[in-house]
């Protein structure tokens, strides 16, 4: 019972950020540009109409390494709804290369490097940090954890995926 109570409460939690979000355009995610380790630039305007999980992070962070493969499991599981995984390496060690780590873990999503900025921009502190945004570019959930047993993350990754809304 208290499992379901908890549940519950953080979809609760989650319908309220989303219902304030849907209705208020300081949610909206702020746009940004930057380039890959390979030096191609990405920008948040490539994913308008998508969700987008955007996953701030750093090659030497060892919360990051837990969290990456849930969030991998969350966009595999919901492939079918255009999701897509869209990290930005910040704070790192001279000579870090972001994207070889990523590929060297299995994993096939893109990362923008030298996002120093782009954490600032989001209010971002520290490493984990991942932003859930939905369609209409409107940030639904953030989060710190590298739990990856917290519900809120596929709780969130359900909220992204919804069609968008009709103004």
Known sequence: MKAFLSIFLIFIGLMSFNASA???????????TLKT???????????QGKPVILHFWATWCPYCKKLQPKLVEL???????GIEIVA??????EGAKPQDSI??????????VEGDK???????????????????GQVVFKST???IADPQLE?????????????
Request: aromatic share 12%; proline share 4%; charged share 20%.
């Open 22 to 32: 849907s209705n208020n355009k300081a949610n909206q995610a702020p746009h940004w």
């Open 37 to 47: 380790q390979a030096g191609k630039t990405i920008s948040l305007a490539d994913y």
């Open 75 to 81: 966009k595999e599981k919901y492939q079918d709804t």
């Open 88 to 93: 930005i390496s910040f704070s790192e060690d």
């Open 103 to 112: 590929t060297q873990r299995g994993y096939q999503f893109i990362t923008g």
């Open 118 to 136: 782009v954490a600032n921009l989001y209010g971002v502190k520290g490493t984990p940090t991942t932003f859930f945004i939905n369609r209409s």
């Open 145 to 147: 954890s590298s739990n």
């Open 155 to 167: 709780l969130a990754v359900k909220e992204i995926i919804k069609p968008k809304q009709a103004l």
